[in-house]
């Protein structure tokens, strides 16, 4: 049990769908992210949320649309997603006043 | 901006044997966060060892260890008497003190093999 659950695991969608992702924590954390890990890359840091509030949008297209209705759970809402948007989502979280971040297993996602 | 760089993108160790993995880092500022993450194949990102840059002894945790030279900004890892357990992804990873919940910068990462 890592704390920080994440589903569904594996998901396939078309050009045209709407999904979601979900996040879960259990830990007591403030703060949540989505991060994007695509072959080869360095984690891509996508949302930050501190307090249910979004306090950093790095540059994510509007086809990804983030959520977080309270300190415990965080949704990525998916549409009109292009083929290079087939990645693994991580989800994290973190406590103020310490520096570590505790990570879901991840959303496999693929876009045909 | 931060950055982290792994440029080792694989190694491979003999079981029970010591590896390292190398890491650098460019920033401006004097405080800040180092982490391991090791990925397995499950994909969980875990957590193998925090250093404080304030700190000038090197973190360990059991067969873990880092060697961590603030002055060349370099952080790298050091896994002794390696085991099969230990095969994943292992990146690299920076968080500067300042800002509430400041977000971690992450290298490319390296992917370990151990031989049986």
């Known amino acids: 049990e890592t704390g920080v659950t994440q589903t569904p695991r594996h998901l396939v969608m078309g050009m045209t769908n709407k999904k979601s992702l979900k996040c879960e924590q259990h830990l007591g954390h403030n703060a949540m992210y989505w991060y994007k890990q695509s072959a080869k890359k360095p984690l891509e840091l996508m949302f930050v949320?501190?307090?249910?509030?979004?306090?950093e949008n790095n540059s994510v297209p509007s086809r990804f649309s983030p959520e977080c209705p309270n300190s415990s759970h965080l949704f990525l809402h998916l549409h009109t997603l292009q083929p290079e948007d087939s990645a693994l989502y991580l989800c994290?979280?973190?406590?103020?006043?310490?520096?570590?971040?505790?990570f879901g297993q991840g959303t496999r996602l693929t876009v045909v | 901006a931060q950055t982290v760089t792994q440029s080792q993108p694989e190694m491979s160790v003999q079981e029970a044997e010591t590896v390292t993995l190398s890491c650098t880092y460019d920033?401006?500022?004097?405080?800040?966060?180092l982490f391991w993450y090791k990925q397995p194949p499950s994909r969980q990102m875990i957590l193998v060892i925090r250093q404080e840059a304030y700190k000038q002894q090197n973190a360990t945790e059991n067969r873990f260890s880092v060697n961590f030279q603030k002055a060349a900004k370099s952080f790298s890892l050091k896994i002794s008497d390696s085991q099969l357990g230990d095969a994943a992804m292992y990146f690299c990873?920076?968080?500067?003190?300042?800002?509430?919940?400041?977000?971690?910068?992450f290298g490319k990462g390296i992917t370990l093999s151990v031989r049986p």
């Open positions: 994290a979280s973190s406590q103020e006043n310490s520096p570590e971040a505790f």
């Open positions: 990873a920076y968080r500067s003190l300042t800002g509430a919940n400041s977000k971690l910068t």
């Open positions: 920033t401006s500022e004097s405080d800040y966060y």
């Open positions: 949320y501190n307090f249910k509030e979004q306090t």
